[in-house]
């Protein structure tokens, strides 16, 4: 499964971007997707999953009630809509697929290259 990561970009607090994650790959379908981030001197961290079929999401307590998780599989994609940003959501968002949804980045065999979002006061 190859990925490809894009929505980033400049915005203000409270601003509402949208990020997505384009697979290749017929089985894309079968594999759960997570959305990280990586914020400059910090570790990779979880924010946001869904399972293989959609039925199932899990956030990062700091993002839920503020992004959602999607996925269209007819499309091969998974989006990230992120609403009310703050400077502190500022980081490198990356998206990973497994055939299992971990909130851990390590056990992702498939990642995004990463696009930037930077959030301004």
């Known amino acids: 499964v190859q990925l490809q990561a894009s929505g980033g970009g400049s915005v203000q607090a409270g601003g509402s971007p949208r990020l997505s994650c384009a697979a290749s790959?017929?089985?894309?379908?079968?594999?759960?997707v997570g959305w990280f981030r990586q914020a400059p001197g910090l570790e990779r961290e979880f924010v946001a999953a869904?399972?293989?079929?959609?039925?199932?999401?899990f956030y990062e307590d700091s993002v839920k009630g503020r992004f959602t998780i999607s996925r269209d599989n007819s499309k091969n994609t998974v989006s990230l809509q992120m609403n009310s940003l703050q400077p502190e959501d500022t980081a490198v968002y990356y998206c990973?697929?497994?055939?299992?949804?971990?909130?851990?980045?390590?056990?992702?065999?498939?990642w995004g290259q990463g696009t930037l979002v930077t959030v301004s006061s």
């Open positions: 990973a697929a497994d055939q299992i949804v971990h909130r851990d980045y390590v056990l992702y065999d498939y």
């Open positions: 790959g017929r089985t894309f379908s079968s594999y759960g």
């Open positions: 869904i399972s293989s079929t959609g039925r199932s999401t």
